[in-house]
Nanobody
Framework: QVQLVESGGGLVQAGGSLRLSCAAS????????MGWFRQAPGKEREFVATISRSAGSTYYADSVKGRFTISRDNDKNTVYLQMNSLKPEDTAFYYC???????????????WGQGTQVTVSS
């Protein structure tokens, strides 16, 4: 089992920045991929970004490309999401996910955190 705990969410004005963190514990050696998804009220969960264990591969949703950066520190078993130039439409609950195969699809991830709220005011 792998446990994921997110932190770093909050309220920020449009144009501002936040950095989300996701700390993994448990059988972390088995995890190859970590990613971020988000879900806004009344909407389906959507892919944000993902990164391979070696950090050699990263993928982003078109809506965040150029504004968000995903990174990971394997020594700390932590993945980060640096979010810059935030927009009101980025407001959502952000979830960290971990799995074995690089994918933009939520079902491909085996482990999920509880999520953290990000609110961007206009």
């Amino acid at each position: 089992q792998v446990q994921l705990v997110e932190s770093g969410g909050g309220l920020v004005q449009a144009g501002g920045s936040l950095r989300l963190s996701c700390a993994a514990s448990g059988r972390t050696f088995s995890i190859n991929v970590m990613g971020w998804f988000r879900q806004a009220p009344g909407k389906e969960r959507e892919f944000v970004a993902t990164i391979s264990r070696s950090a050699g591969s990263t993928y982003y949703a078109d809506s965040v490309k150029g504004r968000f950066t995903i990174s990971r520190d394997n020594d700390k078993n932590t993945v980060y999401l640096q979010m810059n130039s935030l927009k009101p439409e980025d407001t959502a609950f952000y979830y960290c996910a971990a799995g074995y195969v690089l994918s933009v699809r939520a079902p491909a991830y085996s482990y999920w955190g509880q999520g953290t709220q990000v609110t961007v005011s206009s």
